[in-house]
């Protein structure tokens, strides 16, 4: 037997179970006396730290869409992020650089409350074509990735599995929040203005670096620049919660401007079948 | 909705308070822990209504909140059988006697089953557990999950296609282990 299968088999066997309706009427019946006795508390307005808090909360939501979204554009953004309004001369360089990028490809790790929870490679085509291959696991790296495709000038996205050899078509267009919506956080951090932090990156492979960081909404990126090129060698994106815990972090190593094949972004998926999410 | 009153609460109940106990049994398959969760699920929107304010769709809503405490008491119980047999590894088994379970054996494989996949959630992390669940357990659509866990479409169907992997996964390795316990 499959392993699909015997998973559709478990599943049909666990909807299977149903409580009967006397136990059912029963929990409803002693469910509305506890209601009924239970006092209703008080619902006064949100005093200015709830606000703040929730703020926050909202803020931390930024790297739950580049996660739910495209973890291809967390960093990639990240670095469009840094094109904005540049103030430090060196700074200046490393932007001018990032503005001729025709390609980006990187490889990072995922991390969420401090543990590593996924690795991933990405490939960005400019303008508008990303790729992301996200590992099964951290405890699997080898089994077959899932493949996000996306197209941010079209709102088109296509996720590509392997295993099943299916492929799942999805939107992501402007009736989404702002929060789904890619090109409205590349707008929104194009406009960044504000200070940059400056310090001796020290070495990666190598290579004398500077390393920048910005904050904006909780989300802090810092990113390695080559003191010889002004190449961005690594970009580091974090994100705290409540109390700055971390919450959300990606670690990735960058390359540009290498020719990508044009396969990689191929979203007539050959040999896959085609599927609609709902 | 405009604010949560208590008849309010007491309306939402009827209407989608079988939905969540049942949601709530299939995976807990014990009516009083069920029970739990479905009074929990009422009383929250008792004690904190302001939180609630937001909500569009309650019944998608509720479940989704019956299902994650669900899961948390299927997790919590799992690590207690686990402690438990644990413990029971460490005595020394009376002589002549076996861990035969008892019961009629078909009743027993289809009961065998069902743990097997409960076992195999609760090794799933709790976004997938949630994912799964609601998807093929409540037969959601992929943007009602979305709606309710607050992630992208995108990322349900991503989680969603690893859930479903590891459980295979996970199945028909202990369809192996399972073995020793075929009829023959």
């Given at each position: ?190 406009q960044y203005q504000g200070e940059v932090v400056t310090r001796d990156g020290g070495l990666i492979d190598g290579q004398a670096t500077t390393l920048y960081r910005i904050e904006q909404s909780g989300v802090r990126t810092s990113i390695w620049a080559a003191n010889d090129s002004q190449w961005p060698l690594k970009v580091i994106v974090t994100a705290s919660g409540e109390k700055d815990q ?33 | ?184």
């Amino acid at each position: 037997m499959k392993s699909t299968d015997s998973l559709e088999q478990h599943v049909q066997q666990f909807k299977a179970q149903q409580p009967s309706d006397v136990m059912t009427q029963a929990a409803m019946a002693r469910l509305q006396a506890r209601l009924s006795a239970e006092p209703m508390a008080e619902s006064p307005h949100l005093g200015l730290w709830q606000q703040i808090n929730q703020w926050i909360k909202r803020s931390v939501r930024i790297p739950t869409w580049q996660v739910g979204g495209s973890l291809a554009t967390v960093g990639l953004i990240a670095l469009l992020y840094l094109g904005g309004g540049a103030s430090h001369p060196a700074f200046a360089e490393v932007v001018e650089k990032l503005k001729q990028i025709s390609t980006l490809q990187y490889t990072g790790t995922m991390y969420s409350n401090g543990q590593a929870t996924m690795k991933l490679r990405v490939y960005y085509q400019a303008p508008s074509l990303v790729r992301t291959e996200f590992s099964p696991a951290m405890d699997n790296l080898d089994g077959p990735a899932t493949i996000n495709l996306m197209d941010t000038a079209s709102g088109k996205g296509l996720i590509l599995m392997p295993g099943p050899m299916m492929a799942l078509p999805f939107d992501f267009g402007h009736q989404d929040s702002p929060e789904d919506d890619p090109l409205y956080w590349l707008e929104a951090l194009k406009q960044y203005q504000g200070e940059v932090v400056t310090r001796d990156g020290g070495l990666i492979d190598g290579q004398a670096t500077t390393l920048y960081r910005i904050e904006q909404s909780g989300v802090r990126t810092s990113i390695w620049a080559a003191n010889d090129s002004q190449w961005p060698l690594k970009v580091i994106v974090t994100a705290s919660g409540e109390k700055d815990q971390e919450v959300f972090k990606l670690e990735a190593d960058l390359t540009f401007n290498q020719p990508l094949s044009p396969e990689l972004f191929d979203f007539s998926a050959p040999g896959y079948h085609v599927g609609q999410p709902d | 909705m405009p604010q949560l009153t208590k008849a309010a609460i007491a309306g939402l109940a009827d209407e989608c308070g079988p939905r969540v106990f049942r949601a709530a049994y299939r995976l807990l398959k014990d009516p009083i822990l069920a029970e739990d969760v479905l009074q929990e699920v009422f009383l929250k929107l008792l004690r904190q209504p302001r939180q609630f304010d937001g909500v569009k769709n309650w019944p998608a809503y509720l479940t989704t909140m019956g299902t994650s405490l669900a899961i948390d008491l299927l997790r919590q119980r799992r690590h207690q059988l686990l402690a438990e047999e644990y413990q029971e590894d460490r005595q020394p088994a009376p002589d002549g006697q076996t861990a035969e379970p008892p019961g009629p054996m078909q009743a027993l494989s289809v009961s065998r089953d069902l743990e097997k996949l409960r076992a195999a959630l609760t090794r799933l992390s709790q976004l997938e557990c949630q994912v799964f669940c609601l998807r093929h357990l409540e037969e959601f659509s992929y943007k009602e999950i979305a709606a309710q866990l607050d992630i992208s479409v995108n990322l349900v169907g991503v989680t969603l296609n690893r859930a479903q992997s590891r459980l295979s996964e996970q199945l028909t390795e202990s369809q192996f282990l399972g073995a020793v316990y075929e009829i023959n």
